[in-house]
């Protein structure tokens, strides 16, 4: 749905700075989430620049509110989810979290630890009676190596394709070929799609 829709850079740029505004947010720290430039965060900022597509889908996640609206369109801010679909989203979430720890060996207590959270908070993710906000669940997703999607079960990939283009052997890549990257993942999701379908 996100991809019928042109990107307003103007309000795209004032929309984000409102709300790293409200979150208390630095070009530095977006950029160190996004795992972005601070300076690519600041053309952001300023309409110099826009984002991909799936950049503004990561902004619109971790900010928990709608892609549309956040590339300048006239929509509600945020997304209105059915429950019962968010229940069995956080049911499946909490399977797979449970999951991915115990084979990695360590108890709910240890996982609590290094998040530095309440053993009882973790244990509500794993029962999926809550969900853990966006710096935890990246900070899950690194301690058990996997990526937010596989741990969201959007896919059954374990390692984000990210990680495979940002760590080929230690070569900076130009904005032209990190787009040819991003175009062939969408190609390679598409495919995976028709073959489920």
Known sequence: ??????VNKKIFSERLKQLMEEQKETTYTLGELLH???ATISRYTTGE?????TTIQVLANHYNINPVWLMGHDVPKYLEVEHKDTELE??????RLKSIREESGYTKKEVANILNIDTSTYGKYELGKCEPD???LTKIAEIFNVSTDYLLCRTDIRQPIETIAAHHDGE???EEELEEIERFKE???????QKNN
């Open 1 to 6: 749905m996100v991809e019928k829709f042109k």
């Open 172 to 174: 900076d890549w130009t």
């Open 187 to 193: 190609f390679v999701r598409m495919k995976r799609q």
């Open 134 to 136: 966006y710096s935890i």
């Open 49 to 53: 620049m826009s984002p991909k597509i």
């Open 36 to 38: 972005l430039s601070a």
């Open 90 to 95: 956080l049911i499946a979430f909490g399977k």
